[in-house]
């Protein structure tokens, strides 16, 4: 039997190296597309915390042969029946246990976001994330994913047991309806989409 919070392995130097597609559209200017890299090291433990709480440092850098620049420090916090990670001071649950299909959770509970839903998608089942293969992942979706002939919105987060999160897609878009040439074919007017996949994780 699965231990669930093994979706996010956390243990001192553990790392993940993710590559970011970025695609940001406006109105106004030229669609702009950029690559860049993340890695997230797991650091100490925060002894004032009951609860299990890391540091997640979190560096960037252009291209992988440049040296990796200090970006930001977040924390990941470990609860009986959650995964908790604050990101620029906003507290999101990210996984909620158990990890079943009937699980459902609002991930702004602990801040003060709208509420929305999210929902566990192909537990268990197989996902290619690059050129690697993991048998045994679990999707997080936004029950709010749509895509209509005016906006397209699209949250998914893939984590693979005894790794982490190896892929996740997030993307608010809206659709030209300016004029009659453009309404209905997809043609995009402003918003963004964003892609991170993870090319390397291990312990240091």
């Not at 299990?52 to 420090?73: E, G, M």
């Not at 192909?122 to 002939?149: F, L, R």
């Not at 906006?151 to 998914?156: M, Q």
């Not at 309404?183 to 918003?191: D, E, Q, V």
């Amino acid at each position: 039997m699965n231990d669930d919070s093994q979706y996010v392995p956390i243990e001192v130097g553990r790392y993940w190296v993710y590559e970011v597609q970025q695609e940001t559209y406006s109105l106004s200017a030229s669609p702009v597309f950029s690559t860049y890299f993340l890695k997230e090291t797991v650091g100490e433990r925060l002894s004032s915390q009951t609860a299990k709480t890391y540091k997640l440092i979190r560096y960037k850098r252009s291209k992988s042969t440049d040296a990796w620049k200090s970006d930001s420090i977040w924390t990941l916090q470990q609860l009986p029946n959650s995964l908790i990670r604050t990101e620029n001071s906003i507290a999101f649950i990210k996984l909620f246990f158990p990890v079943a299909i009937s699980t459902t959770w609002n991930p702004n509970e602990y801040n003060s976001l709208p509420a929305t839903t999210f929902r566990y998608e192909q537990v268990g089942k197989a996902y290619m994330a690059g050129k690697e293969s993991y048998p045994n992942t679990i999707q997080v979706v936004s029950k709010q994913n749509d895509s209509t002939a005016i906006s397209l919105n699209r949250y998914v987060d893939v984590y693979a047991y005894q790794t982490g999160l190896i892929f996740k897609e997030s993307a608010v878009l809206a659709y030209c309806q300016s004029s009659p040439d453009c309404i209905g074919k997809g043609l995009i007017a402003y918003g963004y989409r964003r892609k991170q996949l993870l090319i390397e994780t291990g312990v240091e």
